[in-house]
T-cell receptor, first 111, second 112 residues
Framework: RKEVEQDPGPFNVPEGATVAFNCTYS??????FFWYRQDCRKEPKLLMS???SGNEDGRFTAQLNRASQYISLLIRDSKLSDSATYLC????????????FGAGTQVVVTP | NAGVTQTPKFRVLKTGQSMTLLCAQD?????MYWYRQDPGMGLRLIHY???????AKGEVPDGYNVSRLKKQNFLLGLESAAPSQTSVYFC???????????FGSGTRLTVV
């Protein structure tokens, strides 16, 4: 079983619509959680950290459910520029800062 | 502010050749990492370093060696390249537990 699992998609989303997707993680002791965005043939870039209380950054909302061991990302009012692969990232407690990456969820926003 | 710089950006090697990938960061980060990314598999950690002069094995270290002689540089070596090492290699640096990484733009390596 993979440490971090994501639905690979693609999620095809009309421009202006809302899309949400989850990621599950296997290590219950994980401490830190992030969403990264990766454009085609580019490096991953930090989108947002995920806090226990949930957090919002503009049109993006991230939630953490420790009991069920999943995190979620919701994108409201989708833009064409939101088309990308979204990587779920988890940091175990004993990690020396190491991060574990999911394989990514592809989002395609269509006009 | 350059962030994390990787060189080279592209390389084609013949089986059995050697090469070194260079990663340089100017953010004074203690922690540096080398990942490889293959289709459908996500990023997998090859080696990492928690400070100058230290290195440690990650998830897929076989066939690779690393060195961190200076805090700002982290080198990844392939002593005898194999086709299975065809991949995109990303270097990253960070402040450690609880913080995210900054990635370099990647090195696309093909071994024929």
């Amino acid at each position: 079983r993979k440490e971090v699992e994501q639905d690979p998609g693609p999620f095809n989303v009309p421009e202006g619509a809302t899309v949400a997707f989850n990621c599950t993680y296997s290590n219950s002791a994980s401490q830190s959680f992030f969403w990264y965005r990766q454009d085609c043939r580019k490096e991953p870039k930090l989108l947002m950290s995920v806090y226990s209380s949930g957090n919002e950054d503009g049109r993006f909302t991230a939630q953490l459910n420790r009991a069920s061991q999943y995190i979620s990302l919701l994108i409201r009012d989708s833009k064409l520029s939101d088309s990308a692969t979204y990587l779920c990232v988890v940091s175990p407690t004993d990690s020396w800062g190491k991060l574990q990456f999911g394989a990514g969820t592809q989002v395609v926003v269509t006009p | 502010n350059a962030g994390v710089t990787q060189t080279p950006k592209f390389r084609v090697l013949k089986t059995g050749q050697s090469m070194t990938l260079l990663c340089a960061q100017d953010m004074n980060h203690e922690y540096m990492y080398w990942y490889r990314q293959d289709p459908g598999m996500g990023l997998r950690l090859i080696h990492y370093s928690v400070g100058e002069g230290t290195t440690a094995k990650g998830e897929v270290p076989d066939g690779y060696n690393v060195s961190r002689l200076k805090k700002q540089n982290f080198l990844l070596g392939l002593e005898s390249a194999a086709p299975s090492q065809t991949s995109v290699y990303f270097c990253a640096s960070g402040r450690g537990q609880g913080s995210g990484y900054t990635f370099g733009s990647g090195t696309r390596l093909t071994v024929v």
